[in-house]
């Protein structure tokens, strides 16, 4: 590849840019007209500068904005957003969300002082969002990377920190094509990394502003494990009786528990199933693979359970909390194409972590598989004879428990190492 070519290569992935912006509004839009999450996105975001504007007025210096692209960034930039408020009370905590999934189920979040979907990237918006908010730092978690919010930030020379990232060489940072992607990395400040692995690659494109920092997502789950509370419903139903409790399913989840939780024959094991969607369709659908559950919203109303062993978890937030019931935990999303979701919520209690196939891009769950904390399947049959084994042999279920619980509290400390940084280097004034 020549001179010329790379020049020409390098315009282009700008014009590019531009262009995949203007396709993904007008599809957003286009399955508005169908589908209730795009809807949101759209609704969400009306009239947003007024809203920002009424609700910041003149902001002052210290405000700390947050971006996270949904409900799992934020869970994972949590602990660094709740230091930096105990630390610099003065200061001004601002989240943005990229979805929908995000923002409506944390927009009330008490710890923050304004909470908004972040406008459509361009060059007019940021600029007119930057301008209301004046941030003093800036802090990106994990990834969702928007060029000209970046690009505006590194103008005004705002201190901007990218926390808790992992790269592979298959990201379009580290492709000929990917020279838009490389300046974004290089309007950060710092970049924090989970691993040795992505800062040796961003090293290799000449990355050098990063550092090993770890995953928060450890001091996550490990925070909330301390501030455990108990669920009096929960502890009713399950009676003393051993619990499987699988979270965040889906519908192929479902139905291979269900084939393996019917053909255990102890009438001492109970199921716990908190879906990953709860509307009215997915809920039915539950219902017909397990006609003799209850809901726990019918536990709530004093609907007693009568001789059900099965339990539907009909509302979201409970879930981090129900694994400390498990005997055995299942973590759903190993049968789909985004792959398996949170093992590190279960684990933290010391239980032993079941999940699909689908779980190799995802360092934690291929980490409790390597120390022995996990265990995967692909089939019914396998997954029952995993229960068997767990159920009945004392010495091997104690020792996944171990080897969960161990991995999960020997790699907490993300956060200090971000927050060390930011006051190091005097980016926030108390």
Not at 135 to 143: G, N
Request: charged share 25%.
């Amino acid at each position: 590849m020549n001179a010329f070519t790379f020049v020409k290569i390098k315009n282009l992935s700008g014009f590019f840019y531009s262009i995949f912006l203007w396709l993904y509004h007008v599809a957003i839009r286009f399955s508005s007209t169908w589908n209730e999450k795009a809807r949101t996105w759209i609704n969400g975001r009306k009239n947003i500068f007024d809203k920002i504007k009424r609700a910041v007025g003149d902001a002052k210096p210290g405000t700390v904005w947050v971006h996270c692209s949904s409900l799992g960034e934020f869970e994972q930039g949590k602990p660094v957003m709740e230091k930096i408020k105990l630390l610099y009370p003065n200061s001004k905590l601002l989240i943005t969300f990229f979805s929908p999934s995000g923002y409506e189920i944390k927009k009330n979040y008490a710890g923050a002082d304004h909470i908004f979907y972040l406008p459509m990237d361009s060059k007019r918006n940021a600029r007119k969002f930057i301008d209301i908010v004046r941030p003093t730092l800036v802090i990106f978690i994990k990834y969702d990377y928007w060029y000209y919010y970046l690009n505006e930030i590194k103008t005004r020379k705002i201190n901007c920190l990218l926390v808790s990232a992992v790269f592979r060489k298959d990201q379009a940072f580290f492709k000929w094509y990917g020279s838009l992607q490389r300046k974004m990395l290089n309007c950060f400040t710092q970049i924090f990394v989970q691993n040795e692995e992505s800062k040796r690659i961003l090293e290799a494109i000449n990355v050098r502003h990063c550092m090993v920092g770890g995953d928060t997502r450890f001091d996550t789950v490990v925070a909330i494990a301390e501030k455990f509370a108990p669920v009096p419903l929960i502890e009713t139903f399950i009676q003393n009786k051993k619990v499987i409790v699988a979270g965040s399913t889906w519908r192929k989840d479902e139905e291979l528990l269900q084939i393996a939780f019917n053909q255990l024959t102890s009438e001492d094991i109970k199921l716990i199933i908190a879906p990953h969607e709860i509307h009215s369709a997915r809920l039915e659908e539950l219902k017909k693979l397990f006609p003799d559950s209850v809901r726990f919203s019918q536990l709530a109303s004093n609907i007693l359970p009568g001789t059900s062993n099965i339990l539907i978890v009909d509302n979201i937030g409970m879930l981090s909390r129900l694994y400390k019931y498990a005997f055995i935990a299942y973590v759903g999303g190993g049968f789909t194409k985004d792959g398996v979701h949170n093992v590190l919520e279960a684990a933290v209690y010391g239980k032993p972590v079941l999940f699909g196939n689908n779980y190799k891009k995802y360092k934690e769950a291929a980490d409790l598989i390597n120390l022995g904390g996990a265990m995967s399947f692909s089939d019914p049959a396998e997954l029952r004879e995993i229960l068997m084994t767990l159920l009945s042999n004392q010495d091997i279920y104690e020792s996944k428990c171990n080897a969960a619980k161990n991995y999960v509290w020997s790699n907490k400390g993300a956060t200090e190492k971000v927050i060390a940084y930011i006051e190091i280097n005097r980016l926030l004034t108390r």
